[in-house]
């Protein structure tokens, strides 16, 4: 076969170079056609759409013809042309084929579209190959990039903080633990606690849950910062918005105080969905059309609204007067209670629609860090809650005051051992700071409509769930 540079499927549908020879490489959708001449529908995964390649059959060999069948892998020279087909400006009239990888019909498990999610959960190895997950994980690449661009164009450093840690603090009760200890030989003391002297990192070590605390010792350095890499919570919550692994994005910036926190925060959620409007048009089109038909007019609509700011307390009395109007909750509402995502949701959804970001939760169901109010009673919170999804984003004003973050931490019997180099950053130079947590899935299921969590990360983790 003739050496011919190799043009990118996504390239070749923009091109309008007829006459010419090009050469593709993809994966073969559908064939179909007749005696005379066949339709493949070939597919790189540089873009959702197929490039059609026209296969004169008295051209090709049989051996070579029955090789094409759909999942094969192939290599085509052959000329440009305009089509004549709807829905397609270009194809390809084949000159030469080369066949790189066969795909048995019998077993390759990809034969028809319209496979369940569910099923291709179980095949998550060859679900990338489908449309959906192929638009999926294009868009899940576009918005980390429009991520990382967003921070650097407003001055943010990309600040790495560590997945193995020693502190518990944050995630007491629900963190995966790393020991190279033998489990089935574990050296206790003459109480039967184990021992971790001999243990990797000489003591108890597990994956972290957030980055937040190291991020803030470098707010408090570099100014403003951005972390965005994987955590990790062993929390048993079997729901379509909770993963085991999963990506956040956590912004700390020295001299914000909670006002300037939530502009952040809704600039850029605007400014991702943008970014998805503007560059992944083809992918949320297709899945707008496969799977939510709301999907784009949702996306539009974040954009032009201003989000709700609502202290927690005005929210609770939206909420006990739906229950007193006849809304019925699964689950209980009084001041005090950390909300459910269908609280959320009704706020969002049914009361505002709009987005809302809550302020000023009570203390006792927040983190020892937040800022503490004058009531005594609230920290200066902020929830971003969203459409369909609910909780987005957390984040806080944090507690820049070293003697009150020191009771606070008394109160919650959180060991020093864990918080003493935390506390330097308000030992040492405090300023007034905040920060906030974007559960990378949780915006890409508001991006792409999907409905489960497990549908937006490529290998999803989940209780007693870690194939592939
Ligand atoms: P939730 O109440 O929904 O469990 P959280 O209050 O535990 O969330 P934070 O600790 O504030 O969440 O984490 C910040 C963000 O990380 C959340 O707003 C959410 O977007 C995301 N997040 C939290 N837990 C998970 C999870 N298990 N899987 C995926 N994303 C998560
Ligand atoms: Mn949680």
Not at 163 to 186: H, K, P, R, W, Y
Request: net charge negative.
């Amino acid at each position: 076969m003739e050496t011919i540079r190799r043009t990118k499927i996504v390239d070749v549908l923009k091109s309008d170079a007829f006459g010419t020879v090009v050469n593709v490489k993809g994966w073969v959708r559908t064939r179909r056609g007749s005696k005379q001449v066949n339709f493949i529908a070939l597919n790189d995964g540089s873009t959702i759409h197929n490039v059609q390649v026209v296969v004169d059959v008295d051209k090709f060999s049989e051996d070579v013809l029955k090789l094409i069948t759909t999942g094969a892998s192939m290599s085509v020279n052959g000329v440009l042309v305009q089509s004549q087909g709807k829905g397609q400006q270009v194809e390809i009239q084949a000159n030469e084929i080369e066949i790189y990888g066969t795909a048995d019909p019998a077993t390759y498990p990809l034969q028809k579209k319209g496979h369940s999610l569910e099923f291709l959960r179980e095949i998550a190895h060859l679900r990338p190959r489908t449309n959906t997950f192929g638009a999926i994980f294009r868009i899940r690449h576009n918005m980390a990039y429009a991520i990382h661009k967003f921070f650097h164009e407003r001055g943010f450093f990309y600040f790495h903080t560590p997945l193995i840690t020693a502190s518990d603090c944050e995630g007491a009760g629900q963190m995966f633990q790393v020991t190279t200890l033998d489990l089935n030989n574990l050296p206790k003391d003459e109480n039967g606690a184990v021992v971790y002297d001999g243990d990797f990192f000489g003591k108890q070590a597990s994956l972290t849950v957030s980055g937040q605390l190291e991020g803030e010792l470098a707010a408090t350095a570099l100014g403003q910062i951005y972390t965005f890499g994987p955590t990790f919570r062993a929390e048993n919550s079997n729901t379509p918005r909770h993963l085991a692994e999963f990506w956040m994005i956590e912004p700390e910036m020295a001299f914000y105080d909670i006002q300037d926190n939530m502009e952040l925060a809704e600039a850029f959620i605007k400014y991702c969905v943008q970014w998805a409007l503007d560059n992944c048009m083809d992918d949320i089109q297709f899945l707008n059309d496969m799977f939510d038909k709301e999907l784009i007019a949702r996306l539009q609509g974040v954009l032009k609204e201003d989000f709700v700011r609502l202290p927690y307390t005005e929210g609770i009395k939206i909420l006990e007067e739906a229950v007193a109007k006849g809304h019925t909750f699964e689950f209980p509402v009084y001041w005090g209670v950390d909300l459910a995502s269908e609280h959320e949701r009704y706020l969002v959804e049914e009361h505002f629609k709009r987005p809302v970001i809550l302020t000023d939760y009570p203390k006792e169901i927040k983190a020892f860090y937040m800022k503490q109010n004058e009531d005594g009673k609230t920290v200066r919170a902020m929830d971003v809650l969203f459409p369909k999804i609910g909780e987005i984003i957390g984040g806080s004003e944090r507690e820049a005051d070293y003697d009150k973050l020191l009771n606070r931490i008394n109160e919650l019997h959180i060991p020093m051992k864990d918080m003493w180099w935390y506390l330097d950053t308000r030992r040492f130079g405090t300023v007034p700071h905040s920060g906030f947590g974007l559960g990378f899935e949780r915006l890409l299921l508001f991006v792409t409509g999907m409905a489960n969590i497990r549908d937006v990360i490529p290998f999803p983790r989940t209780p007693k769930n870690a194939d592939f």
